[in-house]
């Protein structure tokens, strides 16, 4: 089974800056999409962003976008979210999915911005 891993998560103050990865264990170019979700406490999980992998096309959540930038690297089999001018409300788990939600998810990464 394909394994799915993001990293880069941690602390970071308001306006900060991050950038997750999510590295997958077979080849991305086999996938339409890619996409990242997120799940604050006590809240359900959201959408944030999502890529094709075959034209790099891309699609954000109205609340980050202009903020964060999802992108892939075919070689790598990784696909990365650069998340600036953080916010206390992007305090969330970050989790990678493939088919943007309808595959295989990894196990997450906390990002945490203090207010």
């Known amino acids: 089974q394909v394994q799915v891993v993001e990293s880069g998560g941690g602390l970071v103050q308001p306006g900060g800056s991050l950038r997750l990865s999510c590295a997958v264990s077979?080849?991305?170019?086999?996938?339409?999409?890619i996409g990242w979700w997120r799940q604050a406490p006590g809240k359900e999980r959201e959408g944030v962003a999502c890529?094709?992998?075959?034209?790099?096309?891309?699609t954000y959540v109205r609340s980050v976008k202009g903020r964060f930038t999802i992108s892939r690297d075919n070689a790598k089999n990784t696909v990365y979210l650069q998340m600036t001018s953080l916010k206390p409300e992007d305090t969330a788990i970050y989790f990678c999915?493939?088919?943007?939600?309808?595959?295989?998810w990894g196990q997450g990464t906390q990002v945490t911005v203090p207010s």
């Open positions: 890529i094709s992998i075959s034209d790099g096309s891309t």
């Open positions: 077979a080849s991305i170019s086999d996938y339409y999409t």
């Open positions: 999915a493939l088919e943007c939600g309808a595959g295989q």
